[in-house]
């Protein structure tokens, strides 16, 4: 069998979904972003809402997200995503809404806007990558970087006495009324991908159904804020984030009993 | 709804919330502040949502509308938040994001005394913030002033024009006398808002998916990281501010035709400075009225003008003195111009505002 003869449109077992552009991204190799962006993609494509997507970017890691996803986004300042999402999904209510922010930017600096949108129930979903450090800076403390951790602002590891702790906000928002769906997820391996892709898909047919609010946390690596090689810090997130920041739905309202 | 034409009494501040309704207006986001709190209960009591389908929200803080305004309008709608001083500081911020990333949405501002807490009561000092573009970076906010209940209800469809025809936040810089007086109104005539079709026409560039498939994708950001394309970024904004202030400027005079001096004051200052002229002229005094309407782009040209053919100006703002350094710039230090003006919530009498003239006077022969 020649080259020519496999390459077949028949043959086809994966492709890059059509919504991501060639630009380069400015990501570390390694980082949990690329892949999270690539569902994003995939689920807007497959839903077939290309032309009534609004993507709200954040400040962090992925203030550059509307690069590299051939959809409209509007940047927000550093954490105001959520109130941007909500006059969006308010003025357009058949259009879909997401925001995609990191822990900083929802968890520290916009913690008020991301409790309130979701309480409020606004039919949007909030895309959350938890990688416990601040990456676009250079690895400082984030609200959930773990007890002990090292960053550049905790060099000597996260004290309580000095830094509190870690915030579980994917446990806040499960409290809250006007959340439809909230999950925890990683995208460290295939089956990881699988089920985080499904949660994105479920997430944004919540948001169209008029259900409420949805919060999808993805717990991620940092490697290059970590310190680590990607192989490394995928195992040390499976050793030590997944104890505190359990995998798995913390609520699902639509779910079939 | 109130006929066409129909005379109404109303304060400024419910003045503002029916304008809104009746100009087509999409959403209004807001979080309230005395003394400006009537124009969400107003919006709330009329329900536009049933009627016109604009969205009303109360927000969870004044960060919060103005990034919702963010949002709103760099999907091409209409939108617009009220604060007062205090909440208006707090969404400078967000201001700043709207002219960088050339976002249209309208801004009312009710002022009352500061610094920080301040007081309830009215005030004009923020002046300087919102004529100098109070957040970050080198930018304007076109800023009007109304001086009447008619004027807050007038402004409200002028200053979404203005921000939709230069891309950039405008703002309505009232004060506590005018948000809070009643006085004689008549509504702007009911103007339907935009359907879809007509915001995707006239905001091509706007984030809200249309055309995608025929079009790159629009994204709305005041960011850019390599500084020869922000420099360039920046000389567009500039180029437009120049537009906007060889087109935009707006002022009202009174009896500055035969003026030997000439009050120059913004908003209730003017109203009660009007007071005061009428009081001289009486006494045979020829006093003139110069009252800017936009605070930017500022009236220094017609200013100049006048300034050929009188002794003095004075200047009165309900602050320390702001506007007077405008004036003074615009008649290039021509003329002698001194400033009167109360603090702290202390709205001034036209007796002082005769007594400030008669300082004046002896310096200016």
């Known amino acids: 069998m020649t080259r020519e003869e496999i390459i077949q449109p028949g043959n086809l077992v994966y492709q890059k979904p059509e919504l991501m552009n060639d630009v380069q991204m400015h990501y570390c190799p390694g980082c949990s972003h690329g892949v999270v962006h690539k569902l994003v993609a995939e689920v807007i494509a497959e839903m077939g809402m290309e032309d009534k997507t609004i993507g709200v970017s954040p400040v962090g890691c992925a203030v550059f997200a509307y690069r590299y996803l051939d959809i409209d986004w509007e940047e927000a300042a550093h954490g105001r995503a959520p109130a941007l999402a909500t006059a969006c999904k308010r003025l357009w209510p058949d259009h879909l809404v997401f925001t995609y922010q990191g822990d900083g930017d929802l968890g520290c600096i916009g913690l008020a806007e991301t409790v309130h949108a979701l309480n409020r129930g606004e039919n949007i979903t909030i895309i959350f990558i938890n990688n416990a450090i601040y990456g676009m800076t250079g690895g400082q403390m984030a609200p959930t970087t773990l007890m002990g951790m090292k960053t550049a602002t905790c060099p000597f590891g996260r004290d309580p006495e000095l830094h509190g702790y870690p915030l579980k906000i994917t446990e806040m928002a499960a409290q809250l009324e006007g959340t439809a769906y909230v999950t925890r997820q990683s995208v460290q391996s295939v089956a990881a991908i699988r089920k985080c892709k499904k949660a994105i898909r479920h997430a944004f047919e919540n948001s169209m159904n008029g259900k409420g609010s949805n919060l999808i946390e993805v717990v991620s690596t940092c490697n290059s804020g970590w310190k680590m090689s990607p192989v490394k810090a995928n195992k040390w997130m499976e050793e030590h984030m997944f104890d505190y920041y359990n995998i798995g739905d913390l609520k699902d309202s639509e779910a079939k009993h | ?365």
């Open chain 2, 1 to 365: 709804m109130a006929e066409e034409k129909e005379i109404l009494l109303m304060k400024g501040n419910e003045a503002i919330a029916h304008a809104a309704i009746r100009c087509g207006c999409d959403g209004y986001f807001g979080y309230p502040i005395t003394p400006q709190s009537e124009v969400l209960e107003t919006l709330a009591l009329l329900k536009p949502w049933e009627t016109t389908g604009m969205v009303v929200l109360q927000a969870e803080s004044e960060v919060a509308s103005i990034n919702m305004l963010y949002g709103g309008g760099g999907s091409g709608k209409r939108v617009m938040t009220s604060s007062s001083s205090p909440g208006v500081a707090l969404m400078q911020e967000g201001i700043a994001y709207m002219a960088g990333a050339e976002v249209p949405g309208l801004i009312v501002n009710v002022q009352r005394g500061g610094p920080g807490l301040g007081t309830i009561q009215p005030s004009q000092s923020d002046y300087n913030q919102a004529t100098r573009g109070g957040g970050n970076g080198d930018y304007h906010v076109i800023v009007l002033a109304p001086n009447s209940v008619q004027e807050m209800a007038d402004f409200v469809d002028l200053g979404f024009e203005l921000a939709f025809r230069y891309r950039n936040p405008a703002m309505i810089l009232s004060d506590g006398v005018i948000g809070q007086m009643m006085e004689k109104v008549i509504l702007p005539p009911l103007k339907p808002r935009r359907t879809n079709e007509q915001i995707y026409e006239e905001c091509p560039w706007a984030a809200n998916g249309h055309g995608l498939k025929k079009r790159g994708p629009n994204v709305i950001t005041s960011l850019e990281l390599e500084s020869a394309a922000m420099e360039k970024r920046n000389l567009h904004l500039q180029k437009k501010y120049a537009e906007c202030e060889e087109k935009e400027v707006r002022f009202e005079e009174q009896y500055c035709e035969d003026a030997d001096y000439i009050i120059v004051a913004f908003g209730s200052a003017s109203r009660i400075s009007q007071k005061a002229m009428d009081n001289m002229r009486e006494q045979g005094l020829k006093v003139g009225l110069f009252r800017p309407i936009t605070l930017w782009p500022f009236p220094s040209k017609e200013l100049k003008r006048l300034s050929e053919k009188v002794k003095g100006m004075l200047v009165v703002e309900i602050n320390a003195g702001m506007m007077v350094f405008d004036v003074q710039a615009a008649v290039e230090y021509s003329i002698p111009v001194q400033h009167f003006g109360r603090l702290g919530g202390i709205v001034p009498d036209p007796d002082e505002i005769v007594q400030a003239m008669e300082k004046l006077r002896k310096v200016a022969k």
